[in-house]
């Protein structure tokens, strides 16, 4: 029904930048929330950023408040992270998620997922 398209991961050093992009193709008009998570090797699975299809402030993980911007283009079904001041402990897959639920972003259910894209920060 909804498929996610992850791309722009790379190898950069520390304190650089990065910018992820997630395409949306299928029913993309029902997706009111769309989000970033990421996973490291050995660690769980850990909210990011999220978006509702009208926000004007996405909600960020305190870990990255300040460092990472996320933003979407409706007209063209895509959502953004903006990774900057990059850390080694940012190193980890990327992935965007979508749902049609509307509500607190980092509890919901998340209903598709995207393949990921790898993040490497180099010290």
């Known amino acids: 029904q909804v498929q996610l398209v992850e791309s722009g991961g790379g190898l950069v050093q520390a304190g650089g930048s990065l910018r992820l992009s997630c395409a949306a193709s299928g029913r993309t008009f029902s997706m009111n929330t769309m989000a970033w998570f990421r996973q490291a090797p050995g660690k769980e699975r850990e909210f990011v950023a999220g978006i509702s299809r009208s926000s004007e402030r996405p909600y960020y993980a305190n870990s990255v408040k300040g460092r990472f911007t996320a933003f979407r283009d409706n007209a063209k079904n895509t959502v953004y992270l903006q990774l900057g001041s990059l850390k080694p402990e940012d190193t980890a897959v990327y992935f965007c998620?979508?749902?049609?639920?509307?509500?607190?972003?980092?509890?919901?259910?998340?209903?598709?997922w995207g393949q990921g894209t790898q993040v490497t920060v180099s010290s």
């Open positions: 998620a979508a749902t049609t639920s509307i509500g607190i972003i980092d509890k919901m259910p998340y209903d598709y």
